[in-house]
């Protein structure tokens, strides 16, 4: 428990148990981002972070209960969940596979049932390569539907709040404690799907044919209309995001290879002297990238209702073979263009689950994570 566990918080009450990933405010907790040098210099928090604050009326009206605060990936800066500080969160799937990252110990909170929900961030698929990884759901939401105050940083312009859960229908729960009146918006939108079935537009990109073919087997079965689509510009869009977030991520913690060089895991170092080398052009380049980029996916939401594609092109892998985990993630371009994603577990003949990502125009969460609700869930994964 202590490697899923930062902080754990054995208070009494009722409802919902809800983690909240280390790198949110918790009042009275200091908050670590999962690193050796943030957390010698850390005090109590004074405040919660602003998106807690919601969670807060749920826990006194006794609707929720806050468990503790997670562990993570450094800094949030890695998508493996490897922590040579605080340990490795366990892949409840399969020990000897990473947890994915960055919000490891939130996905396996929920996972292993140590919480009912989380909160987690996703910048670069921090929420969704973990819920992916751990067999559980996650939702990327629409950039800035969350605040952000109190939440630490690592690339702004890229960071989301969002939460994790078992399922879809718990991760209308987990969002309607951090956005009250969400659940009731996937309820509507539910019975808009009841009226008309979605056109899905499905994005074929390089991948494992077993998870291809469990994602196309959940899209028919969740009753939606799909219909092949491309985006030739997803490896610039990728590329892109990899900047922006490599040069927002050095003027966020930059300054920690300076001041605390051995309070910084070797992994993350080496990511931070790699954005210190980010240039100016290659950001102006990154932003015209992002400015195209985000013209195609306004197109093609004009033809189709919802994109589909895995949310990780491969199995999650071993431990030791960890850095492989990067060539596989299908996650970055949607944080360039700020849209919503929900990543849910879908069956395969195998023991492992895949995972569908589904991901849509700006203010879709509900629309997503009511679609997503329809996809038949792994058996062996049910509780």
């Given at each position: 428990m202590?490697a ?6 054995a208070?009494?009450g ?6 909240v990933?280390?790198?949110?405010a918790?009042?009275g ?14 005090g109590?928090?004074?405040?919660d972070?602003?998106?807690l604050?919601?969670?807060r009326?749920?826990?006194s009206?006794?609707?929720?209960r ?21 340990g490795?969160?366990r892949n409840?799937l399969?020990?000897?596979?990473v947890?994915?990252g960055?919000?490891?110990?939130s996905a396996?909170?929920v ?5 009912e ?11 969704r ?15 800035g539907?969350?605040p ?7 690339a ?5 709040v ?6 879809a229908?718990?991760?209308a729960?987990?969002m309607?404690l951090?956005e009250p ?5 996937v309820?509507?939108a539910?019975?808009?799907l ?9 994005l074929?990109l390089?991948a494992?044919p ?7 087997a959940a899209?028919?079965?969740?009753g939606?209309r799909p219909?092949?689509v ?12 990899r ?15 300076r ?12 990511r ?14 990154a932003?015209r990238v ?10 093609l939401?004009?033809t ?7 949310t ?15 060539a596989?993630r299908?996650?970055l371009?949607?944080?360039?263009a700020g849209?919503p994603?929900?990543?849910v577990?879908?069956?395969?003949r195998?023991?492992?689950p895949a995972s569908?990502q589904?991901?849509g125009?700006?203010g879709?969460?509900?629309l ?9 869930r792994?058996?062996?994964l049910r509780?």
């Amino acid at each position: 428990m202590r490697a899923v566990f930062i902080t754990f918080l054995a208070g009494a009450g009722t409802g919902t148990t809800i983690a909240v990933k280390d790198c949110v405010a918790v009042a009275g907790v200091p908050t670590t981002a999962g690193c050796r040098a943030v957390a010698e210099l850390a005090g109590p928090a004074e405040a919660d972070a602003a998106c807690l604050a919601p969670v807060r009326a749920a826990e006194s009206a006794g609707r929720a209960r806050l468990v503790g605060t997670t562990n993570l990936h450094e800094l949030t800066f890695g998508i493996t969940g490897r922590n040579p500080w605080f340990g490795t969160p366990r892949n409840p799937l399969d020990p000897n596979r990473v947890p994915g990252g960055s919000s490891s110990g939130s996905a396996v909170a929920v996972a292993t049932g140590a919480a009912e929900v989380a909160v987690g961030t996703d910048t670069g698929g921090s929420i969704r390569i973990p819920a992916a990884c751990c067999g559980v759901a996650g939702l990327k939401p629409t950039t800035g539907r969350l605040p952000v105050a109190g939440v630490r940083p690592l690339a702004p312009s890229l960071d989301t709040v969002g939460p994790l859960a078992a399922d879809a229908p718990g991760l209308a729960r987990a969002m309607d404690l951090l956005e009250p009146g969400f659940a009731a918006a996937v309820a509507a939108a539910g019975a808009r799907l009841d009226a008309a079935p979605p056109l899905v537009g499905r994005l074929r990109l390089p991948a494992e044919p077993a998870i291809d073919a469990a994602c196309d087997a959940a899209i028919e079965a969740a009753g939606a209309r799909p219909r092949d689509v491309t985006l030739h510009r997803w490896p610039q869009a990728t590329a892109a995001a990899r900047t922006v977030l490599l040069a927002e991520a050095w003027q966020t913690d930059g300054y920690l290879l300076r001041t605390a060089p051995n309070g910084i895991g070797e992994d993350v170092a080496a990511r931070l002297h790699l954005a210190s080398a980010v240039s100016a052009a290659e950001v102006a380049r990154a932003a015209r990238v992002a400015g195209l980029w985000s013209g195609d996916l306004d197109r093609l939401f004009g033809t189709v209702d919802v994109l589909a594609l895995p949310t990780l092109s491969g199995w999650p892998p071993e431990l030791d073979r960890a850095d492989g985990l990067d060539a596989l993630r299908l996650t970055l371009p949607v944080n360039l263009a700020g849209l919503p994603a929900v990543a849910v577990p879908v069956p395969t003949r195998g023991p492992l689950p895949a995972s569908l990502q589904l991901v849509g125009p700006a203010g879709s969460d509900a629309l997503l994570v009511a679609l997503a609700a329809r996809v038949p869930r792994p058996a062996h994964l049910r509780r």
